[in-house]
């Protein structure tokens, strides 16, 4: 019954800013982890950026410095601040959070288009 929702995504300029946000209905649970993945046509799922239950953070390589990841666990929502946005961030980008005795769920995805 748990669905995760994505908005923010759409187009934006190499250079440019988005600011993604993904909230969890039908659970009563705070997520430990929740995290934000894409992927691109042809290409496998990766990390982009996931924050755990301490608030520590890791990000995959290309995004570190550029890309911040934040928490809002008591209405279980995660952010994700893009900035310095480059082509190569276009992808379809999908929330994923992991619940106690429900495990993992996934959002949608809402798609992030750069273009110059």
């Known amino acids: 019954q748990v669905q995760l929702v994505e908005s923010g995504g759409g187009l934006a300029q190499p250079g440019g800013s988005l600011r993604l946000s993904c909230a969890a209905s039908?659970?009563?649970?705070?997520?430990?982890?929740m995290g934000w993945y894409r992927q691109a046509p042809g290409k496998e799922r990766e990390l982009v950026g996931r924050?755990?239950?301490?608030?520590?953070?890791d990000y995959g390589d290309s995004v570190k410095g550029r890309f911040t990841i934040s928490r809002a666990n008591v209405k279980n929502t995660v952010y994700l601040q893009m900035n310095d946005l480059k082509l190569e961030d276009t992808a379809v980008y999908f929330c994923?959070?992991?619940?106690?005795?429900?495990?993992?769920?996934w959002g949608q995805g809402t798609q992030v288009t750069v273009t110059s």
């Open positions: 039908g659970t009563f649970f705070n997520a430990n982890a």
């Open positions: 994923n959070m992991a619940f106690p005795a429900l495990g993992p769920r």
């Open positions: 924050i755990i239950i301490s608030g520590d953070t």
